[in-house]
């Protein structure tokens, strides 16, 4: 069982002494190759500095687009570098565009506050489906289509989803990046893949799969809802309308809200379709928590520069279109109740007088760890969450963990050291514990049943 942030609180704090605030130079969770790394990766991808909100929002759009691109860059010098992982075996990739479905609001029960409408007109959403061609069938010809920048056997053809076998593994991948940032081909979630296959040695019936990046469009020119409502949408697309019967959801810190919210909610409206086709929803280091304001958050702002505390404040502000947060610079950030001290400079207010807030389902989709459905005890997918100690968004993971074992979901939970994400992939021993248990659960299936 997961410790609450209540009970870690109460571990951690009197009121004569505030709980420790680490440095940049010395954190008890993180190795000195983990800190030379936030360095490094926060040197190319600036985050760290000045995120001011704007009132207007053409310079909070001009300011992501400022950061956008030396992600964009790096990421795919890693991915182009890295992934000939595609080299071993012929890859094809398909690019779909998925349409926004704004009926399913209706249809699943999810009311909008009043004078309020979403991101218009919906704008197409790109999924890259990648498989290996051994999957295309005798019908469909892909010589003479030309490999891609990340190695794939680019193919046009908008039906393909209709002529790939139902039963084949499917995952649907939600990339990170604050709702801001970010890519469909990051290379998190190939990375993920790669190292499943590796740890299978022969041990499933067949290594096929689809895997379906989702490009879904970014905020601020995108805000909330427009973003969940999309992940709902590809991910019932797959599950109902085409059909496929073992399907998982893939999300990396932004993205394991969205892997989070379109599990849950396709599991509210439909459970039985979703017992029987959707097997796990895995959510690693996933940003969960608008109001900023949690003790993880406190403990290592000082030493976070890949995701500084600034950067994750502003994205919930110009993602869910809260207020500016004024921030009283006099006050001494050491004094105060623990409440106050956790509050001060975060979302909290905003996040509590926003309009979402008020309203029971859609504020879920924004705090994913409100309002959960109830489980049966065979009725769930597995729940794949991971953590790091020296993340501010560690508490984020723990509350979900924690509140999805209180509904009777099936719950695996991998705590790591270190940084966001980065600490999870120099743990060489959990991260391949993570890849081992997802892989079985993906391609070792019998009949739906895990083995």
Same mark, same amino acid.
């Given at each position: 069982m997961a410790v609450t942030e209540e009970e870690k609180l109460k571990q951690s704090f009197d009121d004569n002494k505030p709980p420790k605030v680490f440095s940049t130079f010395w954190h008890p969770h993180k190795t000195f190759t983990d800190i030379f790394l936030d360095y490094i990766v926060s040197y190319l991808i600036p985050?760290?500095?000045?995120?001011?909100?704007?009132? /207007?929002?053409?310079?909070?759009?001009?300011?992501?687009?400022?950061?956008?691109?030396?992600?964009?860059?790096?990421?795919?010098?890693?991915?182009?570098?890295?992934?000939?992982?595609?080299?071993?075996? /012929?890859?094809?990739?398909?690019?779909?565009?998925?349409?926004?479905?704004?009926?399913?609001?209706?249809?699943?029960?999810?009311?909008? !506050?009043?004078?309020?409408?979403? !991101?218009?007109?919906?704008?197409?959403?790109?999924?890259?489906?990648?498989? !290996?061609?051994?999957?295309?069938?005798?019908?469909?010809?892909?010589?003479g289509c030309k490999k891609n920048e990340i190695g794939c056997l680019n193919l046009k053809d908008d039906l393909i989803l209709e002529k790939l076998a139902k039963d084949t593994p499917v995952i649907v991948y939600f990339h990170g990046g604050g709702f801001t940032l970010g890519h469909a081909h990051q290379s998190e979630g190939i990375n993920l893949l790669l190292k499943m296959l590796e740890c299978l040695k022969g041990d499933a019936k067949n290594t096929n799969f689809i895997f379906a990046a989702v490009d879904y469009n970014l905020a601020p020119e995108n805000p909330f809802p427009a973003q969940p409502l999309e992940a709902c949408s590809v991910t019932n697309e797959f599950i109902t309308n085409a059909g496929f019967e073992n399907v998982h959801l893939l999300g990396v810190s932004a993205g394991g809200s969205h892997s989070l919210v379109a599990g849950l909610e396709l599991y509210r409206a439909l459970p039985r379709k979703s017992a029987t086709s959707l097997k796990s929803v895995v959510a690693l280091c996933p940003f969960l928590n608008p109001a900023c304001d949690s003790l993880s958050y406190y403990q290592n702002a000082a030493s976070s520069h890949l995701t500084p505390a600034s950067f994750l404040k502003w994205s919930y502000q110009v993602y869910l279109e809260l207020p500016?947060?004024?921030? /009283?610079?006099?006050? /001494?950030?050491?004094?105060?109740?623990?409440?106050e001290l956790l509050e001060r400079g975060s979302n909290h207010r905003a996040w509590k007088s926003s309009k979402w807030y008020s309203g029971k389902a859609i504020r879920r989709w924004a705090e994913p760890v409100y309002d959960l459905p109830k489980f049966p005890s065979d009725g769930s997918p597995l729940f794949l969450l991971t953590t790091n100690e020296g993340d501010l968004l560690k508490d984020d993971g723990v509350a979900m963990v924690d509140a999805l074992q209180r509904v009777g979901a099936k719950v695996s939970y991998h705590p790591h050291m270190g940084s966001h994400y980065t600490g999870t992939v120099l743990d060489q021993d959990g991260y391949t514990k993570v890849c081992d248990e997802w892989a079985k659960v993906v391609f070792c299936s019998d009949n739906g049943k895990h083995l």
């Open positions: 985050l760290k500095g000045s995120h001011e909100n704007s009132d /207007d929002v053409m310079i909070n759009i001009q300011h992501a687009e400022k950061l956008r691109e030396p992600l964009q860059r790096l990421s795919m010098q890693e991915v182009t570098g890295k992934h000939g992982p595609y080299r071993k075996f /012929d890859i094809v990739e398909v690019t779909l565009k998925m349409s926004r479905k704004d009926e399913l609001l209706d249809q699943w029960g999810i009311e909008l !506050p009043p004078e309020t409408s979403l !991101p218009s007109p919906a704008k197409e959403i790109p999924v890259h489906v990648t498989f !290996p061609a051994t999957l295309l069938p005798k019908e469909v010809d892909a010589n500016k947060v004024e921030e /009283d610079k006099n006050k /001494d950030n050491q004094n105060g109740s623990l409440k």
